[in-house]
């Protein structure tokens, strides 16, 4: 079964093919980045704009790379949220449309759930059950995964995301959007150990996370110490992403043993942060847990991973019908 799959809840304007739930025979991702990266962020109204300017030539693109025609679309999938509703409504209605001209199933697909099919796009995939990171710039959640329909919400944030933090922080440091990729970059030169920031772990047996005080914490030392250069900005953001990656790996390998799972799995934006990928490998490995996480292409917003999840969809006649519509926020367990 070929899919089609579309992705723009956020900004990126992303159109896959993928074969048979696990073989992707393109995935084209049309980043808004440069048009956001000068507010600081993304801007609702001027996502949606571009996701109509971009979505056809996008989809266009992923047909011709994928080297098939049009009537080898078997489905369609979309993302259905959580994202934000006017980007959302683009990437959902261009799908239903498309489905509905040419007579194929539609799915709309939950995209967190997604994000933990990029695990299963890979060629080595964590087995039944594991535990689940989706880590982005909305979400920092971990659920317990026990089948390909089946994920339990373990904990999640109870305020900033771990990506939101760092597009936080970095703006704090005037470093520009996205920050996790910057704060990454130019941590690399020093030791983390220098400053210590606070790690938030909650209350004893909770899965949930808080980044908040953290992110005080790191406003107020830039305060108090005026902080202007590159080297003291450099020096921040390594002992910033190092509690971030602490509270992170403490948090899942406890999951892990919680659950009696021998493997995690991570996804989302932040799980591109090979810093976070290795201490947590190192770490988990010391336990005898096995770590997955998915090449750079797939970590971040994609369509093929939204393809692999509509798939499952539609082989079990999860369908979307014409009358159905976006939603902004939800939960998935
Ligand atoms: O999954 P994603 O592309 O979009 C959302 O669904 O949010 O994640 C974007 C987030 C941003 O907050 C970005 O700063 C963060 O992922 N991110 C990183 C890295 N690359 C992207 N955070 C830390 N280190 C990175 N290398
Ligand atoms: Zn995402």
């Known amino acids: 079964m070929i899919v089609l799959g579309i992705e723009s809840s956020c900004d990126e304007t992303c159109a896959a093919i993928v074969k048979d739930g696990t073989s992707i025979l393109s995935s084209v991702i049309a980043s808004q980045i440069d048009v956001h990266h000068k507010y600081g962020g993304v801007v609702p109204e001027l996502a949606s704009r571009m996701h109509v300017e971009a979505i056809t030539p996008v989809v266009d693109e992923a047909i011709s790379k994928a080297n098939i025609i049009l009537e080898d679309i078997d489905a369609v999938a979309a993302t259905r949220g959580p994202g934000l509703i006017g980007a959302l409504l683009v990437g959902f209605t261009f799908a239903k449309s498309f489905a509905w001209a040419r007579h194929l199933p539609f799915a709309g ?12 796009l890979m060629d080595s995939k964590p087995d039944f059950p594991f535990i689940a990171l989706v880590v982005s710039g909305g979400h920092t959640n971990i659920y317990h995964v026990t089948s390909y329909d089946n994920f339990e919400l373990m904990g999640q944030t109870r305020d900033d995301a771990a990506g939101e933090a760092f ?8 470093l520009g959007y996205p920050g996790g990729p910057i704060i990454e970059r130019i941590a690399k030169t020093k030791d983390p150990a220098v400053i210590t920031f606070p790690r938030t772990m909650l209350e004893k047996g909770s899965f949930d996370f808080s980044f908040s005080g953290l992110k005080s914490s790191v406003a107020r030392y830039i305060h108090d110490n005026h902080i202007v250069t590159a080297d003291e900005k450099a020096q921040i953001a390594a002992s910033f992403q190092e509690a971030v990656i602490d509270v992170l790996t403490q948090k899942l390998i406890l999951a892990a043993q919680h659950k009696n799972c021998r493997n995690i799995g991570i996804s989302g934006g932040v799980s591109a942060n090979k810093t976070f990928v290795n201490k947590l490998t190192q770490k988990a490995t010391s336990k005898k847990i096995d770590i997955f996480a998915p090449p750079i292409e797939l970590c971040g917003d994609n369509a093929a991973m939204i393809a692999a999840r509509g798939y499952t ?3 079990q006649g999860q369908l979307c019908h014409l009358d159905h519509d976006v939603f902004s926020r939800t939960k998935i367990d």
Do not use: C, P, R, T
């Open 313 to 315: 969809m539609i082989q």
């Open 109 to 120: 697909v939950n995209h967190l759930e997604a994000h933990i099919y990029s695990l299963f």
């Open 167 to 174: 597009d936080k922080v970095a703006k704090m440091l005037e």
